[in-house]
């Protein structure tokens, strides 16, 4: 698996990779957390963090809480992880198609057995992470002239973002 291929996993219990440079944060964790992969062997994850990833389609996503694992074989999203994020992931026998509310966020294509999520080079996408305050004008426009209520709804999966926003003052921060 390539370095910018991340597998769509439904019995992982959280996102890991073993690309240290896909982090834009990352914490070191103070007592290793063991992790047992689906062949029975144990893995310790070191640190946990932020990844920013640029899809293929040049849309950018940001996944919280990935687990930093050197020994796991490349990178996981865990669908149980997403659903807590209220994402609803749709297989179907060539795709998966990750949903929020009526939104498409991501696909991946099926290879073999195995859904993989393409992304776009080995560098970090920082900017799935930028926290400047923006004109609405310039969010909408952005996120693909969504309607103000969709984007009220991808607020609701932030963190560290007001519940209530206005029109004139956003932040584009989704983690």
């Not at 964790?29 to 389609?57: F, H, N, Q, S, W």
């Not at 998966?96 to 999520?117: I, P, Q, S």
Request: contains cysteine; positive net charge.
């Amino acid at each position: 698996m390539g370095k910018t291929e991340w597998l769509v996993d439904s019995g992982a219990s959280s996102h890991m990779t073993s690309v240290r440079n896909k982090f834009v944060s990352m914490k070191e964790l103070k007592t290793p957390v063991r992790i047992t992969i689906a062949d029975g062997k144990k893995i310790d994850a070191v640190a946990m963090g932020t990844v920013g990833l640029k899809l293929m389609d040049g849309t950018s996503v940001t996944l919280s809480d990935v687990l930093y694992i050197p020994e796991v074989e490349g990178s996981l999203i865990s669908v149980a992880k997403l659903a807590e994020k209220d994402v609803v992931a749709q297989f179907s026998k060539d795709k998966c198609v990750f949903r929020y509310g009526d939104a498409t966020v991501m696909e991946a294509k099926r290879c073999g057995n195995v859904y993989k999520l393409k992304t776009v080079g080995d560098e970090v996408c920082h900017a799935a992470t930028t926290s400047r305050k923006e004109p609405w004008a310039v969010v909408h426009a952005r996120l693909g002239h969504i309607p103000f209520k969709r984007y009220e709804q991808l607020l609701t999966m932030a963190r560290g973002q007001p519940s209530t926003v206005g029109r004139s003052a956003m932040r584009l921060v989704l983690r």
